[in-house]
């Protein structure tokens, strides 16, 4: 399927690109070369061939779960204006 010059114009006026008229020969020319690559990647045979979920089929490394520092709440919540019970109070801002 080749796209012409008045295709890619109604295209544009569709998308709301204002292409000049020196453009609009490249842009053509572009938008031919993408749909002659998707017809070439429909025409290959993928039967028999199963989907990936990533390409290399890795596994993500994780660090450990563990506690790493130590619990200073009492020190942060020391200049805090309002605590209770471990909780910082904020006055309330929507009625």
Same mark, same amino acid.
Request: net charge negative; aromatic share 0%; hydrophobic share 40%.
């Given at each position: 399927m080749a !796209? =012409?010059?008045? @295709?890619v114009e109604?295209?544009?006026?569709? $998308? *709301? %690109?204002?292409? #000049? @008229?020196a453009d609009l020969p490249q842009t053509t020319a572009t938008l031919n070369s993408i749909l002659g690559l998707i017809d070439a990647m429909q025409a +290959?045979? /993928?039967?028999? +061939?199963e989907p !990936? $979920?990533?390409? %290399? =089929? $890795? /596994?993500? *490394? !994780? *660090? $450990?779960d563990v506690v790493? =520092? /130590? #619990?200073q709440r009492e020190a942060y919540q020391a200049i805090a204006p309002a605590v209770e019970n471990g909780l910082y109070l904020v006055p309330k801002v929507i009625e």
């Open positions: !796209l =012409e010059r008045s @295709d109604k295209i544009a006026h569709l $998308a *709301r %690109l204002g292409l #000049n @008229d +290959v045979d /993928t039967e028999g +061939v !990936l $979920a990533h390409p %290399l =089929e $890795a /596994t993500q *490394r !994780l *660090r $450990a790493s =520092e /130590t #619990n």
